[in-house]
């Protein structure tokens, strides 16, 4: 039940300076953490995203479109997450998606049809 959302908000800190080189980031049970930072699309070498059991989660950055070497998003039971940014069509490496447990999704962008390499989605 880590405290998250006040290191992603401190000005001072740029999470791509700390870790240019960073391939996985896996965020689990923040209980505070309500919305990601526009910094985070600057992880350039990121490949898989997985952020689970967060359920303050409403919304995911417009910038999260910036992160073309991603693979795996996974958002399990992110329970108040309800929307995509339409920059997910953006995601041009994305094989696997697992939005498992976010009940407030009532339904998947239109543009997500755009990631021709999406080869599995989890929504149980």
């Given amino acids: 039940m880590c405290s998250i959302s006040q290191a ?71 329970s108040d997450l309800v929307t995509f940014p339409t920059s997910i069509k953006n995601l041009g490496k994305l094989q696997f998606l697992d939005i498992s447990d976010c009940f407030s999704i009532k339904e998947l962008p239109e543009d997500i049809g755009e990631i021709s390499t999406l080869k599995k989605i989890n929504m149980r």
């Fill in 8 to 78: 992603f908000s401190n000005s001072s800190f740029q999470i791509s300076f700390a870790f240019p080189n960073v391939e996985e980031l896996n965020i689990d049970y923040c209980s505070d953490l309500v919305e990601l930072c526009g910094d985070l699309s600057d992880l350039i070498e990121l490949k898989n995203l997985s952020i689970t059991h967060c359920h303050k989660l409403s919304a995911l950055p417009e910038e999260i479109g910036n992160l073309i070497k991603l693979e795996v998003l996974r958002l399990k039971s992110c």
